[in-house]
Every structure is written in structure tokens, then in C-alpha cells.
């Protein structure tokens, strides 16, 4: 028999879906502050904040996952993670918790949403299901190198 490690997972929403980051990537999770625009930088960043000093890109979800677009509210959550070395603040609707789920194989999520790349997988819960959010998948290689050289010209 193989010995099932548990993963660890932030759960947040997004219009009222249920998300998941794994906990490892999480710095911090900050009350919504004033957002100051970030010029040349991708669509996907709505902005920029400043946490003790350090300068986040602020990620804006909805448009990766296919939601509606709508401005950022004072009751929202930032989501301070690390994505493939790059610290950013994901703008995510509401924390809910931690919660530890036994690592399997995810289910294939290509059939169920429209950017499945996004996506670790998929787990069924009793009220619904929850969507493990891939951060090494969240900016492209063109919306990186965009974001590099928007940072540079800071």
C-alpha cells in the first residue's frame, strides 16, 4: 500500500466558486488597500501595492478563470503568494480557510472549465467542489516578460 501524503490548501472565492492555493506558495493573506495603477504592465495586473516597503504586482483572477470583470472592493481579500519566484497580491473575494486534503491524482479538469491549465485539479466536496489553482500557471511567458520589464522601468 502507498503512503498518501496530505496537501495542504488555501481556500478563497471567487463568485461564490470555490478556489484553492497550496499553502506552501502563501505569504500572507492582507485586508484590500489602496491599489495604484501599474503602467506597462500586463491586462491581468490591475495594479500595484505597497507592503512594508515592497513593491506587489496586484493580480487581478476573474479574467484567467473566465468570471466577469468588477473592481476590486474594500471587503476583499489580497492574497500575497509566491509564483514561480515572483511575489504578487491575488485579489480574491474572500478567505474561507485551511484545509488538509490527502495529495491523489487530480481530477482532469479540461472538460470541465475553459483554461484547465490553470488548474492542479479538481476535489469533490460536500458542499460543492473545489478548484486547485496551479500558481506556476498563472502568468504566461508573454505577461512575465511584460511584468519584468514594467518593473524594470520603476
Same mark, same amino acid.
Given at each position: 500500500?502507498?503512503?498518501?501524503?496530505?496537501?495542504?490548501?488555501?481556500?478563497?472565492?471567487?463568485?461564490?466558486?470555490?478556489?484553492?492555493?497550496?499553502?506552501?506558495?502563501?505569504?500572507?493573506?492582507?485586508?484590500?488597500?489602496?491599489?495604484?495603477?501599474?503602467?506597462?504592465?500586463?491586462? *491581468?495586473?490591475? $495594479? /500595484?501595492?505597497?507592503?512594508?516597503?515592497?513593491?506587489?504586482?496586484?493580480?487581478?483572477?476573474?479574467?484567467?478563470?473566465?468570471?466577469?470583470?468588477?473592481?476590486?472592493? /474594500?471587503?476583499?481579500?489580497?492574497?500575497?503568494?509566491?509564483?514561480? $519566484?515572483?511575489?504578487?497580491?491575488?485579489?480574491?473575494?474572500? *478567505?474561507?480557510? *485551511?484545509?488538509?486534503?490527502?495529495?491523489?491524482?487530480?481530477?482532469?479538469?479540461?472538460?470541465?472549465?475553459?483554461?484547465?491549465?490553470?488548474?492542479?485539479?479538481? *476535489?469533490?466536496?460536500?458542499?460543492?467542489?473545489?478548484?486547485?489553482?496551479?500558481?506556476?500557471?498563472?502568468?504566461?511567458?508573454?505577461?512575465?516578460?511584460?511584468?519584468?520589464?514594467? /518593473?524594470?522601468?520603476?
Amino acid at each position: 500500500m502507498q503512503d498518501v501524503k496530505d496537501v495542504q490548501l488555501l481556500r478563497f472565492s471567487l463568485d461564490k466558486q470555490s478556489y484553492a492555493i497550496e499553502l506552501d506558495c502563501i505569504r500572507k493573506v492582507l485586508r484590500t488597500v489602496a491599489i495604484s495603477p501599474f503602467p506597462q504592465a500586463p491586462s *491581468v495586473i490591475c $495594479g /500595484m501595492i505597497n507592503v512594508h516597503g515592497l513593491i506587489l504586482p496586484v493580480v487581478d483572477l476573474r479574467p484567467k478563470f473566465g468570471l466577469p470583470a468588477r473592481s476590486p472592493q /474594500m471587503e476583499d481579500r489580497l492574497i500575497w503568494a509566491n509564483a514561480n $519566484g515572483l511575489d504578487l497580491a491575488l485579489v480574491v473575494d474572500q *478567505v474561507s480557510d *485551511v484545509i488538509s486534503i490527502p495529495f491523489t491524482t487530480p481530477v482532469d479538469s479540461s472538460a470541465l472549465i475553459s483554461s484547465p491549465s490553470l488548474l492542479k485539479g479538481i *476535489v469533490p466536496l460536500p458542499d460543492g467542489v473545489l478548484l486547485i489553482h496551479d500558481l506556476k500557471a498563472l502568468l504566461d511567458q508573454e505577461e512575465q516578460k511584460e511584468l519584468a520589464d514594467a /518593473m524594470s522601468d520603476d
